[in-house]
């Protein structure tokens, strides 16, 4: 059974960065899109990033400038990097892969942004 699998969460001082990858478990043909959702404690989930296999990217209005995605179409793997954290980004992340048949879901990564 294909699983996502996460990396990079941790905890983080406003102001660092920290770089979330994420890549399935087994090789998956025809992804369409990848990208990073998140949930912050009381809010419902919602998009952070997307990219698409031909690079076009969509970010939330919260970390434009801030985060990048970017993806390795030969390893299935997408990356998130977030810079100029602050406590608003405090959240978990999840992992989201697309195909022309599925989509699935990571188990969520914590990060946490605090003094």
């Known amino acids: 059974q294909v699983q996502l699998v996460e990396s990079g969460g941790g905890l983080v001082q406003p102001g660092e960065s920290l770089r979330l990858s994420c890549a399935p478990s087994?090789?998956?043909?025809?992804?369409?899109?990848m990208g990073w959702y998140r949930q912050a404690p009381g809010k419902e989930r919602e998009l952070v990033a997307t990219i698409t296999r031909d690079g076009d990217t969509n970010y939330a209005d919260s970390v434009k400038g801030r985060f990048t995605i970017s993806r390795d179409n030969a390893k299935n793997t997408v990356y998130l990097q977030m810079n100029s954290l602050k406590s608003a980004d405090t959240a978990i992340y999840y992992c989201n892969v697309q195909t022309w048949y599925t989509v699935y879901w990571g188990q969520g990564t914590h990060v946490t942004v605090s003094s």
């Open positions: 087994r090789s998956l043909f025809n992804i369409r899109a």
